[in-house]
């Protein structure tokens, strides 16, 4: 899940639904996620291209993992020569991934106020955690991921592809949860990454399978060393 917003109780409803929705989702996510990589060759190989970009570029292969929920990336992320860690908003998932990744870093912390050092990383992966930034928030927190990531350093990210309009998600899985998700555009994604200072290495789209509910967008993106549009 993403952590697009401050987190704290009793500053942004929103923020306390969503943080407190995955804090509910983390087992789910354990039961339904679980071996979903390991099945899906075409999300590997987006990955893979995201790990040779890293390494090729010769910046270094720590990575960071924003919005890493259960903590499930982070061993194929390894596997192909990336040194991951990860931040999430909710706290139950960064316990789940602990827990279940022990080999590994997890943070709670906000997308938009991230423990990194400016230009400090060759590469962030954010998968499936974008589209839960409503359209004001984005270009803070795009800003935010471009202000970590090293020039000549990459972004790979993978979303929910659609019309850029809200829903409502969580009202499917039974446990009484909701939260706002927005399903974007390819348009509109790459654009708020190149007004924060990233241009396109790759773009590619798939169609959902039978067990999903919109097809999904992948995007692998190059920080560049100029300053990013106001």
Do not use: N
């Amino acid at each position: 899940m993403s952590g697009a917003r401050q987190p704290g109780h009793g500053h942004d409803p929103a923020t306390d639904e969503l943080r407190d929705a995955h804090d509910v989702l983390a087992a789910f996510y354990v039961e339904r996620l679980t071996g979903a990589l390991e099945a899906s060759p075409r999300d590997r190989s987006v990955l893979d291209l995201f790990a040779a970009l890293v390494t090729q570029a010769g910046l270094g292969t720590e990575v960071a993992d924003v919005g890493c929920g259960t903590g499930r990336l982070e061993p194929y992320l390894a596997f192909v020569g990336l040194r991951p860690s990860g931040v999430d908003l909710s706290r139950e998932m960064v316990r789940v991934a602990r827990r279940d990744q022990p080999g590994f870093t997890f943070e709670v912390a906000d997308l938009r106020h991230l423990p990194y050092a400016d230009a400090s990383l060759p590469g962030v992966v954010c998968w499936y955690s974008l589209m839960y930034l409503p359209p004001d928030e984005r270009p803070a927190a795009l800003a935010e991921l471009a202000r970590v990531v090293r020039p000549g350093g990459h972004l790979v990210t993978a979303w929910k592809l659609g019309d850029d309009s809200a829903r409502r998600g969580g009202l499917t899985t039974g446990l009484g949860i909701a939260f706002d998700v927005w399903w974007l555009s390819a348009p509109t994604m790459e654009h708020g990454l190149t007004r924060a200072g990233f241009e396109t290495v790759f773009w590619a789209g798939r169609p959902a399978t039978d067990e999903e509910d919109a097809p999904s967008g992948y995007l692998v993106v190059r920080r560049t060393g100029s300053t990013p549009a106001p």
